[in-house]
């Protein structure tokens, strides 16, 4: 196994790039810790499969170099690498049977028959056919098929590292949430570094222990959920993480306060003069109604029951604010004004996050 390093990556292509936008892959400098569990998100288009080839060797970038460890791989092919990688659709070989597919790796590896037979059997286990050994692949459906990706990707124990571009989108939902925690509990068993690619947070979050977030070519955070959560680095991991995503209103910062459309809102940490598109961001988790005449004046759209907790749906002149209650909480019918949790806004320029000047105590962790 290996730390993977990405050092000063980027990637065209387009045989003469010029500018930025040329680049699927703008300038990237990453490490991936050894044996860690990560998620790569972000919407379709934003470079996640580009960084995934350009790891496991389909793909050489236009700059920078891939190392595995203190080893320059960057020219070397997927073979070379040791590198195990499940795609969205399945690669099988429809004349074999679903035990030799799963045997594949191991067997052109040269390994013991003995070996190859238990671990088929256990992996076979894992993705649920270990009924079905003896059947020839073809004539499964697309949904089996991507099992038995799935499990020639993780037969093998000497990996350096098990890439998943999307490996469950034709998977039913019900299995999708099995094999997430299978991978999981695979990940455990063996510290395998995994980098499992997806658009949707929720894979993410319940799969990985770090979560890298992409948009537009860039990596715009990388941390945990916790953190992806509390202190999204940039808008896009405001909006595109939780659900609904965070609020986000233009403003105007000086001090202690932000204005928003004539109205104050306080802000726990000082800022200093910001030049340059200025927002706040706050999560409808700490967004509340006011019960006195402090806060923005909102018109209540509508209000959806959604089991655990009711989401609040609000104009504020024009722009759109969510907040979500508590399950059963009362929303008297003159209800009209909304507050923040100053600790909880963010403040961004130009997209990304500005630490407030003085440290704020971090807020209690609390249940959401
Ligand atoms: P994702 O996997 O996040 O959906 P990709 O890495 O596939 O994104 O694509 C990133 C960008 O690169 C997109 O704009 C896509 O159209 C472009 N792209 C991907 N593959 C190729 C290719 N082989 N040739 C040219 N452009 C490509
Ligand atoms: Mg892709």
Sequence with gaps: MARITLDNLAHSYLPKPTDDDDFALKQLDHVWNDGEAYALLGASGCGKSTLLNIISGLLIPTRGRVLFGDRDVTRADTVQRNIAQVFQFPVVYDTMTVGDNLAFPLRNRGMDPAYVAGRVQKIAAMIGMD?????????????????????????????????????????????????????????????????????????ALTFADKVVVMHDGRVVQLGTPEELFDAPEHTFVG?????????????????????????????????????????????????SLSDDDEGLPVTIRRIEDVGRHQILRADFAGQPINAILPEGAPVPADAHRLKFRPERVNVYLDDWRVPPLHSVATPQKEAV
């Design 239 to 287: 909006y595109f993480i939780g659900s609904p995503g965070m609020n986000l209103l233009e403003a105007e910062v000086s001090g202690h306060m932000a204005r928003v459309a004539g109205h104050e809102v306080p802000l726990a940490g000082g800022y200093r003069a910001l030049d340059g598109r200025v927002q706040i961001g706050v999560r409808p988790e700490f967004v």
């Design 131 to 203: 009924q079905v050994m003896n059947r020839k692949a073809r004539g499964l459906t697309a949904d089996a098929k991507q099992k038995i990706s799935l499990g020639r990707g993780m037969v093998r124990e000497d990996v350096n590292a098990i890439l998943f571009d999307e490996p469950l989108t034709v998977i039913d939902p019900h299995m999708k949430w099995e094999l997430r925690t299978q991978l999981k509990a695979l990940h455990n068993e063996f510290g395998h570094t995994m980098i499992y690619v997806t658009h949707d947070q929720t894979e």
